[in-house]
Structure formats: C-alpha cells, structure tokens
C-alpha cells in the first residue's frame, strides 16, 4: 500500500485528452515537487515530468504535470496508441527517513 | 549521453546476499550533484525506492529495507553497487539502477536486471 494514491486503471481513446490522478498528504505532495514516469511494457521507467510540472527534453508537451494541495495530475492530450503505458507518480515524504516513494501506478489503455 | 549498465547473478539462494553491480558510461560518477539509485520492481508490481548514493558518498535506503542494505561506489570503476543480504523470496524482482541531478528526477535508467531468489 504506497502512501501516494493513483488509480490503478484510465483510458481513452486516440486524440482524446486523459488524465491520471495522484493522492498524497501534507508530508509528501503538499510540502515537495510531484514527478511522473511513464513505463513501456518491458522497459524500464522514462521520466516524463519534474518538479511538478517540468518537462525534460524530448518529452512531448503533450503531456503536462499540476499540483493543488495534496493531490497532482498527469495529463496527456492528442492520445495516442504509444502512449498506452504504466504510470507513475512519485514524491519525497518528510514522515519517512529514506528515499522518495512512488505510486501504485495506473495502467493507460488507449482503446 | 550518461548510460547505466545492471550486471550480477540473476540467480541467488535464500538466506545468501544480493549483489549487483552498475557501470556508468558517458559521465564520470564522481562528478557533482548526480545521485545514483537502485529501484526494483516485484513481477507485475509497481516501483519500490531501495535507496541511492550521492556523489559525496552519503546514502539514504528505504526503511523497510535498511537493516539489509548497502550502496557503494568505486569511483575507479565509475560503477556503484548494491548489496541486499538475507534474500527471500519476496525479494525476486528486476533491479534497476539509475542515475540523476535530484533523487527524485531519475534522467538516467539501466535496463533492469531480474533477480530471482531460489534455491
């Protein structure tokens, strides 16, 4: 059970615009940046956005971060069939004395 | 272009230690301000947080998992190294090392590498 909530499942179809939800607390979301990772299946993770809303290099604008309080979104517009993936958000949390810890992950179908 | 490279047994008994290797390419390891992870990833399961080393050598490891946890870097080698002792079952999944400028802002991601405990 991560302390980072997503829902384990979203789709959409081509071109339609998706988001993805991530639900935390004032000791993780509400006080630290938001990052976001996308996974293909068999690949390992790729970051799709950081500090909130960042995007790195090469990452389509498509794709956009937000944070409100203790919950962030991911959204990604003009879906696509690539786009179909695992996502996952991830953040620092002040309550615990280690590393950042990630969401559950919501699986994107694109249908 | 920073790339990461997993090595070590894909295959280690219960009770024995964990030991893999990442070798970094492209960049030194020493150089300021990376950060240097291992995550892992149960089969069909989310991401779980082992712990990372930064450039100067400090280490922060998961809680859960801390009591069994050691991450290094041999600078010589421009490879860092997880070592995860006691292994269960529960500790079969695919290793991945990783690499960025904040602990959070993972730039850099090896392939994987599955880890299976059995004897």
């Known amino acids: 059970q991560s302390v980072l909530t997503q829902p384990p499942s979203a789709s959409g179809t081509p071109g339609q615009r998706v988001t993805i939800s991530c639900s935390g607390s004032?000791?993780?979301?509400?006080?630290?940046?938001v990052y976001w990772y996308q996974q293909l299946p068999g690949t390992a993770p790729k970051l799709l956005i950081y500090?909130?809303?960042q995007r790195p290099s090469g990452v389509p604008d498509r794709f956009s971060g937000s944070k409100s309080g203790t919950s962030a979104s991911l959204a990604i517009s003009g879906l696509r069939s690539e786009d179909e993936a695992d996502y996952y958000c991830?953040?620092?949390?002040?309550?615990?004395?280690?590393?950042?810890?990630f969401g559950g992950g919501t699986k994107l179908t694109v249908l | 272009q920073v790339q990461l490279q997993e090595s070590g047994p894909g295959l280690v008994k219960p009770s024995q230690t964990l030991s893999l290797t990442c070798t970094v390419s492209g960049g030194s390891i020493s150089s300021g301000g990376y950060y240097w992870s291992w995550i892992r990833q149960h089969p069909g399961k989310g991401l779980e947080w082992i712990g990372y080393i930064y450039y100067s050598g400090s280490t922060y490891y998961n809680p859960s998992l801390k009591s069994r946890v050691t991450i290094s870097v041999d600078t010589s080698k421009n490879q860092f190294s997880l070592k995860l002792s006691s292994v269960t079952a529960a500790d079969t999944a695919v290793y991945y090392c990783?690499?960025?400028?904040?602990?959070?802002?993972?730039?850099?991601w090896g392939q994987g590498t599955l880890v299976t405990v059995s004897s």
């Open positions: 500090r909130n809303n």
């Open positions: 990783a690499g960025g400028f904040e602990v959070l802002r993972i730039d850099y």
């Open positions: 004032s000791s993780n979301i509400g006080s630290n940046y």
């Open positions: 991830a953040a620092w949390d002040d309550s615990l004395s280690g590393p950042g810890v």
